[in-house]
């Protein structure tokens, strides 16, 4: 590990990268690869981004394993073997510690280190980069990746502090076993992560108390152990798998479909979703092609997982208040589960419906809702995060001018390619807020990204130029295609972080662009061809 330099003096680099997650990890590998001096900058102790800081109980991906994984090493895939179809967190995690030992990533990081301003010296073609450790980097480029989920959102709810119990959050959860067994446990949070917790602790703990605002729609995951056979399929056939990946909207292996929901006769369109339930994953959205701009095909399928939740959960009141209603299913980043609803049949285990009991405040001994006070021993927030743009905006970025990255994403954040920004030269992102981002897979995004930025780099130097930024038209024409691809989209009608409701003040609307995965590398790829026509270099 570099230590960082305490004097203040400023150390000159080629690249700073911020974050350790799988996107910074790979432009540490690439970079250095070119034979740049880069500097990798993080906040917690070790890479692993979200994956090492999410350590609670039942954290896991919903991704499989076979596309949650780097595609950019051969060896790396040989030497790595997964033992799940959908990896759990400590596993996710091994692997990037594995990658890091592997590449010997970590000589190039500096851990528990935040950066607290990046500020672009346009005299001397510079980022000037602050730690709160007191170092101050230069470097001519610097690459953002800050990850979509990386600022932890507490509740809107007074009285936090005065809670006396037990107080977890999930997106920094300790390192240390928490033991459930004989406590009153609260969990405020039914999105992806509460549903994972919620699944775990309700059989560990005394008694489970959830707290829900918006249920979730949720499908089973059906996971499995992977067999030798299969990962001796899988191994051999990963170089296929990867191009196809590239291929994908998804930037995954999952099937896509262009046939519409009412294509088929009714007795077979419930065929075809009691075949994507029985399946599990994410099968829905690769049976039926239209279920995010019909309205009535989605609230079909939205009905008949209402249907499937009635016949799980015993209790009618219980099943009536899980049943999500008013906006559109997989609208909300739809979570798979292992048996999420069955947790409610458990004696121990009781569902507090906060949209007729609301939560009023945090007390010393627990939550009290308009029906009364819920003591509690231990009270877990799966509230979110300030996705997408949060982890950006939580320190001060300055371009050309004087202009902050504040100013410039006040309404809204505005990119290229959810990349590179006018006004900031030689300031890049990995699945930023205008790509993807969080609607495909972020790794095979990540790769994507880094290497866009790595030939661009290239470019420049064999051009002996200095400064590239897009010039404002292209990113305006880029916004106005994210703009148009998501006017249609169901995405759009339900208030949640992917359109930025989940934080109040926070600009609301879907700025991620919709189109898939294939298309944003299509239109990557086209930019690198033109050789970067709409971009501005000094
Ligand atoms: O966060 P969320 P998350 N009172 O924002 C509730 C990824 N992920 O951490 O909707 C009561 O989805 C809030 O209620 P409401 C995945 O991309 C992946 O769960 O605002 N409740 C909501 O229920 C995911 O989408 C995996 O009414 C309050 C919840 O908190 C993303 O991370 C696993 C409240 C927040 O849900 C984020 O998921 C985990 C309040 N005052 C996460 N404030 C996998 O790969 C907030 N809430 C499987």
Redesign the pocket.
């Known amino acids: 590990m570099v230590d960082a330099n305490e004097n203040g003096s400023a150390e000159r680099v080629d690249i700073i990268v911020v974050g350790a997650g799988f996107g910074g990890m790979y432009a540490v590998y690439k970079f250095r690869e070119m034979g740049k001096n880069v500097v990798g900058i993080e906040a917690g102790s070790d890479v692993g981004g979200v994956w090492y800081w999410n350590r609670y109980p039942g954290?896991?991906?919903?991704l499989m394993s076979v596309d949650y994984s780097y595609g950019f090493s051969p060896e790396i895939e040989q030497e790595w073997t997964w033992s799940e179809q959908f990896a759990a967190q400590p596993e996710i995690l091994e692997y990037a510690n594995f990658v890091a030992d592997r590449l010997d990533l970590r000589k190039n990081f500096r851990f528990d280190t935040r950066v607290t301003s990046a500020i672009w010296d346009e005299e001397r073609k510079l980022w000037v980069a602050k730690t709160d450790g007191g170092a101050v980097l230069e470097a001519p480029y610097a690459i953002m990746s800050t990850g979509p989920?990386s600022i932890p959102k507490d509740?809107?709810?007074p009285g936090i502090d005065r809670f006396k119990g037990e107080l977890y959050r999930?997106q920094k959860w300790p390192h240390h076993e928490v033991d459930f067994t004989g406590k009153r446990v609260g969990v405020?949070?039914?999105?992806?992560?509460?549903i994972?917790i919620i699944q775990e602790v309700g059989p560990q703990a005394g008694e489970l108390f959830v707290?829900q605002?918006?249920p979730?729609f949720t499908l089973p995951m059906r996971n499995r152990d992977l067999s030798p056979e299969y990962v001796a399929e899988m191994k051999k056939h990963y170089r296929q798998m990867r191009a196809a990946m590239k291929m994908n909207p998804t930037g995954g292996t999952r099937p896509v479909t262009s046939r519409p929901f009412y294509s088929l006769p009714p007795d077979q369109r419930e065929e075809a979703m009691e075949q994507a339930w029985q399946n599990g994953g994410h099968t829905f959205l690769g049976t039926f092609a239209d279920l995010m701009v019909n309205e009535e095909a989605n609230e079909a399928v939205a009905d008949f997982v209402r249907g499937k939740i009635g016949e799980i959960v015993d209790d009618p009141k219980t099943a009536e208040a899980l049943k999500p209603r008013g906006y559109p299913i997989f609208a909300r980043?739809p979570c798979?589960d292992t048996e999420y609803y069955e947790t409610y049949n458990r004696p121990n285990v009781h569902l507090i419906n906060?949209k007729e009991d609301p939560?009023l405040e945090i007390t010393e001994k627990g939550i009290r809702t308009e029906s009364g006070e819920h003591e509690l021993d231990m009270l877990i927030f799966?509230?979110?995060?300030d996705a997408l743009t949060g982890a950006l905006l939580a320190f001060d970025v300055v371009g050309r001018d004087g202009l902050t990255l504040k100013e410039k994403w006040k309404d809204g954040p505005r990119s290229h390619l959810g990349i590179a920004m006018a006004g900031f030269p030689n300031l890049f992102a990995t699945t930023g807020p205008n790509g993807p981002a969080?609607l495909a897979n972020i790794i095979t995004i990540s790769e994507n990204d880094v290497d866009w930025i790595a030939d661009l780099i290239t470019y420049m130097e064999d051009k002996n130029l200095s400064a590239v930024e897009p010039t404002q038209e292209v990113e305006d024409a880029w916004m106005d295609h994210v703009a148009a691809l998501a006017a249609p989209s169901l995405i759009r009608k339900a208030n949640?972080?992917w359109v930025g409701a989940?934080v109040k003040g926070k600009p609301t609307g879907l700025t991620m662009f919709v189109g898939g995965f294939a298309k944003y590398r299509e239109a990557c790829e086209a930019v690198a061809a033109s050789k970067y026509a709409d971009y501005s270099f000094d």
Do not use: K
């Open positions: 954290a896991r991906c919903d989920l509740p809107d709810i999930a405020i949070g039914t999105g992806s992560t509460g994972q707290f605002r918006t979730s980043r798979l906060c939560i799966a509230t979110g995060y969080a949640t972080w989940n």
